[in-house]
């Protein structure tokens, strides 16, 4: 089923007449287009490497994916059913909650790793800077 939002327009005669516009046509383009600016923006942070060729690659693939969909999303019901889930948003919602769980998941492994890295120039900074004691001192 389609969305269809219509309204009464009046043109330049004073006649109305009812404009009808399709959402689900919109939320394509608008899909397709979002899809198409993340991909040359990966594109171009790559190319300023500032993202891994691998990660390009998995982006690539992602952000052509969801263009596919948009363009077909009948093949993502298919896709459901093969796997097994009720429809084609539900499973993209599903792998969108796993992606963003592996992804949160990765950040915390970094940002352990970042602090352990930290502490470590503090220490070595701390001991760098530490004033020996004066050996004319007598110790006693």
């Excluded at 970042?114 to 004319?136: F, G, H, M, Y």
Aim: proline share 2%; glycine share 4%; hydrophobic share 55%.
């Amino acid at each position: 089923q389609r969305a269809v939002v219509a309204w009464r327009v009046r043109d330049c005669e004073g006649l109305y007449y009812e404009k009808i516009f399709e959402l689900s046509m919109f939320f394509q383009v608008a899909i397709i287009a979002f899809a198409v600016l993340m991909l040359l923006r990966t594109w171009t942070q790559q190319r300023a490497q500032k993202v891994a060729k691998q990660w390009l690659a998995l982006w690539a693939i992602i952000w052509i994916v969801i263009i596919a969909v948009a363009l077909a999303p009948q093949t993502a019901d298919v896709i459901a059913g093969i796997v097994g889930v009720g429809r084609g948003a539900d499973l993209f919602v599903y792998i969108a909650i796993l992606f963003l769980l592996y992804a949160e998941y990765r950040s915390l492994v970094r940002t352990k790793k970042l602090q352990e890295q930290q502490t470590e120039l503090v220490r070595r900074i701390a001991i760098d800077r530490a004033e020996l004691p004066s050996t004319s001192a007598p110790i006693l």
